[in-house]
């Protein structure tokens, strides 16, 4: 195999996947730190045997997933892995992502809600608490409309409360991705196909004030039920819309 040996087919990329993996693995196995350098390319393309080129597009994958950095005319050093290296890969998907695959990103959603409210009930403070009920009092209680639900104070309303709750929850990984699950762009894609759906809730704030009553009791099992009720409603919802004659992607 030469240097110009193209890796834009199947095949190519596949090699290239194997090899992002086994730098992941030489990184491991030889406990590189933040900060720590890579062998040059040369070394590494002869240690895997595959071309340089197979090694520089894997190396393009890596920079890409913001596990190295690449500098030019030093080589490639081991990145700090931040929570939120996962948000831009997941932001992405949900912009792209055809309707029916939202569906997915809700259960994850489902799952990530219920944990941070059961760990709020514990470790939320007075004051956090306070600014959780000012929250969720500044919700609607009208009837949802398709036209104020989707209005940007809404949206940035309904954000906030979620966002309160994950970051009393202290678990950094929990708030990434509830900074991606409940972006604008997630929260009104979904919204535009739950309007499709006969089955809408009466208003806002009685979607999410059991949640609050169980954060305010310091009841965590009640807390994380009520959570995973409230996107699970959201769940159901957007199915009905997606499954009715009219439904498209």
Same mark, same amino acid.
């Given at each position: 195999?030469?240097?110009?040996?193209?890796?834009?087919?199947?095949?190519?990329? @596949?090699?290239?996947?194997?090899?992002?993996?086994?730098?992941?693995? %030489?990184?491991?196995?030889?406990?590189?730190?933040?900060?720590?350098?890579?062998?040059?390319?040369?070394?590494?393309?002869?240690?895997?045997?595959?071309?340089?080129?197979?090694?520089?597009?894997?190396?393009?994958?890596?920079?890409?997933?913001?596990?190295?950095?690449?500098?030019?005319?030093?080589?490639?050093?081991?990145?700090?892995?931040?929570?939120?290296?996962?948000?831009?890969?997941?932001?992405?998907?949900?912009?792209?992502?055809?309707?029916? +695959?939202?569906?997915?990103?809700? +259960?994850?959603?489902?799952?990530?809600?219920?944990?941070?409210?059961?760990?709020?009930?514990?470790?939320?403070?007075?004051?956090?608490?306070?600014?959780?009920?000012?929250?969720?009092?500044?919700?609607?209680?009208?009837?949802?409309?398709?036209?104020?639900? +989707?209005?940007?104070?809404?949206?940035?309303?309904?954000?906030?409360? %979620?966002?309160?709750?994950?970051?009393?929850?202290?678990?950094?990984?929990?708030?990434?991705?509830?900074?991606?699950?409940?972006?604008?762009?997630?929260?009104?894609?979904?919204?535009?196909?739950? @309007?499709?759906?006969?089955?809408?809730?009466?208003?806002?704030?009685?979607?999410?004030?059991?949640?609050?009553?169980?954060?305010?009791?310091?009841?965590?099992?009640?807390?994380?039920?009520?959570?995973?009720? %409230?996107?699970?409603?959201?769940?159901?919802?957007?199915?009905?819309?997606?499954?009715?004659?009219?439904?498209?992607?």
């Amino acid at each position: 195999m030469t240097d110009e040996t193209p890796t834009t087919s199947s095949n190519g990329r @596949y090699a290239v996947d194997l090899v992002v993996g086994r730098i992941k693995t %030489h990184i491991r196995a030889n406990d590189l730190q933040p900060g720590d350098r890579l062998p040059p390319e040369r070394a590494l393309a002869a240690e895997m045997t595959v071309s340089r080129n197979t090694i520089r597009e894997a190396l393009s994958s890596l920079e890409h997933m913001g596990v190295i950095e690449i500098k030019r005319g030093s080589g490639a050093f081991v990145r700090k892995l931040e929570p939120h290296v996962l948000l831009d890969g997941v932001s992405f998907m949900i912009e792209v992502s055809p309707m029916a +695959t939202l569906l997915d990103f809700l +259960t994850l959603r489902r799952i990530v809600e219920a944990e941070a409210a059961s760990l709020a009930t514990v470790r939320m403070t007075e004051a956090e608490l306070v600014g959780l009920r000012e929250c969720l009092e500044g919700m609607p209680e009208t009837p949802f409309d398709a036209e104020l639900d +989707t209005s940007p104070e809404t949206v940035e309303q309904d954000i906030r409360f %979620h966002r309160l709750i994950c970051e009393a929850a202290r678990n950094p990984a929990l708030s990434t991705l509830d900074t991606a699950l409940n972006s604008s762009t997630f929260r009104l894609r979904v919204r535009g196909g739950v @309007y499709r759906s006969s089955a809408r809730p009466a208003d806002a704030r009685s979607e999410h004030a059991p949640i609050f009553d169980a954060i305010r009791d310091r009841d965590p099992a009640r807390a994380s039920a009520a959570a995973a009720a %409230h996107v699970g409603a959201v769940e159901r919802r957007l199915r009905e819309a997606l499954e009715g004659p009219e439904s498209q992607d």
